[in-house]
């Protein structure tokens, strides 16, 4: 009887003992079905492609600009004259936009917008590479063209329209030729080159030279505006362009630097009125010379979005090639709603599509 006894509680412990060992094997199997299971069930329910949800969310922000926007446009006297007064006021576009010898003596303490804490102390030879005077005067051109370089351009045919204004600026140095003339024009009277395209298509003008001097044919004897003190990297280059195109003896573009002083009262002005952004993009910083500068402002080129604004068909980020920009250091959207509430106010013309022939 105490043998059968023992062998009961034995066969109890063993009965008991693999009832435990399936229960934790159950357990974890739920856990394994409710883990991995679920976090597949979540990927496959999560967000739309990236590129799907990029179109919407342009679509969706192109709807609301457009309700805006409207072609027929009319000027605003006293929004402009307010406008241009505010911003005169502000950052002296006329007097401080350019680097000269009368802005900037000898000894000057040069502070780059972009570095701070790198001040440049003006020399008698970085000095005598100085404008001698404000190349733009007291002079108010009455009509100004700012051709950006978007994809809105391609099939503008607005080159007539560019063409016609007193005082054309441009961007970075784009290309006028192979084809682009009839959508961009060819006339040139101010070009701005940022020194990373001088790195990048020039080899910081290390090597061979020629090549820069010749691309800057199309460009006639147009001022060719370089912010060499934004950034300590920046200088060096720039000089190079300047003494490349003095040893070259080029009949072109006459090279002048941007004044980081303006460029840092232009980041305050805009700041001032809601644009926030890490570094103010060149489109706008020419638009806001333009205003100083001109009696009507017309804007071609500046549409920050990969769809057309009539049709929706595809853009290229550039009317000559689609590479795209660096992300998080201009605001690019944020300024054209800036640019877009401007046209609204009739302060300036912002053109979008196709330019009417008559």
């Excluded at 030279?209 to 003190?229: C, N, T």
């Amino acid at each position: 009887m105490r043998l059968l006894l023992l062998r009961l509680l034995a066969v109890l412990f063993i009965a008991s003992f693999f009832s435990v060992v399936l229960w934790h094997f159950l357990s974890n199997s739920a856990a394994g079905l409710h883990g991995s299971g679920y976090a597949a069930e979540r990927k496959v329910a999560g967000p739309i492609k990236p590129t799907t949800s990029k179109a919407f969310k342009d679509n969706a922000i192109i709807d609301r600009l457009l309700k805006s926007y409207s072609s027929k446009w009319k000027r605003q006297e006293a929004n402009f004259a307010t406008f241009r007064s505010l911003l005169s006021s502000s950052c002296h576009a006329i007097s401080k936009a350019v680097v000269t010898q009368a802005n900037t003596p000898v000894g000057t303490k040069v502070m780059y917008d972009g570095e701070k804490t790198k001040p440049l102390q003006v020399t008698q030879a970085l000095f005598n590479t100085f404008a001698k005077e404000q190349p733009f005067g007291n002079a108010t051109w009455e009509t100004c063209a700012v051709v950006g370089n978007g994809g809105i351009l391609v099939n503008s045919s607005c080159a007539e329209k560019i063409n016609s204004a007193n005082l054309v600026i441009r961007c970075n140095l784009p290309p006028l030729g192979s084809g682009y003339e009839k959508d961009v024009g060819n006339k040139t009277n101010l070009v701005t080159a940022n020194p990373s395209i001088l790195m990048e298509k020039f080899s910081g003008l290390m090597e061979r030279r020629r090549p820069f001097v010749e691309s800057l044919r199309p460009y006639g004897d147009s001022l060719l505006l370089l912010p060499a003190f934004s950034y300590s990297h920046n200088t060096p280059v720039s000089l190079r362009a300047l003494y490349t195109l003095e040893d070259f003896g080029a009949i072109g573009p006459r090279p002048v630097f941007l004044n980081p002083e303006y460029l840092s009262s232009l980041a305050r002005f805009w700041r001032g009125r809601g644009l926030r952004f890490h570094r103010l993009s060149t489109g706008i910083i020419v638009t806001s010379l333009a205003l100083e500068l001109c009696t009507n402002v017309h804007l071609y080129g500046f549409w920050p979005f990969s769809l057309h604004p009539h049709g929706r068909k595809p853009l290229t980020n550039h009317y000559y090639d689609n590479r795209q920009s660096k992300k998080n250091v201009h605001a690019m959207p944020a300024e054209f709603e800036h640019l877009l509430r401007l046209h609204m106010n009739g302060v300036i013309r912002l053109h979008l599509g196709e330019c009417s022939t008559t």
